[in-house]
T-cell receptor
Framework: DQQVKQNSPSLSVQEGRISILNCDYTNSMFDYFLWYKKYPAEGPTFLISISSIKDKNEDGRFTVFLNKSAKHLSLHIVPSQPGDSAVYFCAASANRGNTPLVFGKGTRLSVIA | DAGVIQSPRHEVTEMGQEVTLRCKPISGHDYLFWYRQTMMRGLELLIYFNNNVPIDDSGMPEDRFSAKMPNASFSTLKIQPSEPRDSAVYFC???????????????FGSGTRLTVV
């Protein structure tokens, strides 16, 4: 059973617009959440994280929002750029981030120029 | 640091053969993870080590899979005998914490694409 779900396998967005990637989780013990970005033939690279004590974390064009009551998080990319085209993975950890990361299946983002 | 180094990058083997995947973690990282990526299951954790000791291998699919970490700078994942359903991309990752180092999570290698024919 998938504890971390990314229900959209793919997303296309026009350059300059906002990209919103969504992630849902079922395990209420998760308290640390991360987003990874993966280009073809490369390993995933860390993008941004958020602890459950916050509901928002921002880093440049990237913002992650956490809604604990809905067990939902989202990644916003504004403005989207062609170089953002990649697969984005949502991941979660429990016990104040002391358990191995559980990943979603990923969402492929295509930013169209 | 050169990052997490995995070898080989690609492996094509015949069903029934033994396959060994290798990983060199980042120096100083005390956690090492083996993940497998498939279209159906995404990124799934196979096994992880802390200070060279296997902590949880419940993700290893079958007895055909085994992993070792003889020292802090080297780990192997072995499949014997290999089967076509083992075809996937296998990633090794290292970090300073089980859930990832603060502010940068895990560092992944580039992966080994395994094809079993």
């Amino acid at each position: 059973d998938q504890q971390v779900k990314q229900n959209s396998p793919s997303l296309s967005v026009q350059e300059g617009r906002i990209s919103i990637l969504n992630c849902d989780y079922t395990n209420s013990m998760f308290d640390y959440f991360l987003w990874y970005k993966k280009y073809p033939a490369e390993g995933p690279t860390f993008l941004i994280s958020i602890s459950s004590i916050k509901d928002k974390n921002e880093d440049g064009r990237f913002t992650v929002f956490l809604n604990k009551s809905a067990k939902h998080l989202s990644l916003h990319i504004v403005p989207s750029q062609p170089g953002d085209s990649a697969v984005y993975f949502c991941a979660a950890s429990a016990n104040r981030g002391n358990t191995p990361l559980v990943f979603g299946k990923g969402t492929r983002l295509s930013v169209i120029a | 640091d050169a990052g997490v180094i995995q070898s080989p990058r690609h492996e094509v083997t015949e069903m029934g053969q033994e396959v060994t995947l290798r990983c060199k973690p980042i120096s100083g990282h005390d956690y090492l993870f083996w993940y497998r990526q498939t279209m159906m299951r995404g990124l799934e954790l196979l096994i992880y080590f802390n200070n060279n000791v296997p902590i949880d291998d419940s993700g290893m699919p079958e007895d055909r899979f085994s992993a070792k970490m003889p020292n802090a700078s080297f780990s192997t994942l072995k499949i014997q005998p290999s089967e076509p359903r083992d075809s996937a991309v296998y990633f090794c990752a290292s970090s300073l914490g089980a859930g990832g180092s603060p502010n940068y999570g895990y560092t992944f290698g580039s992966g080994t694409r395994l094809t079993v024919v």
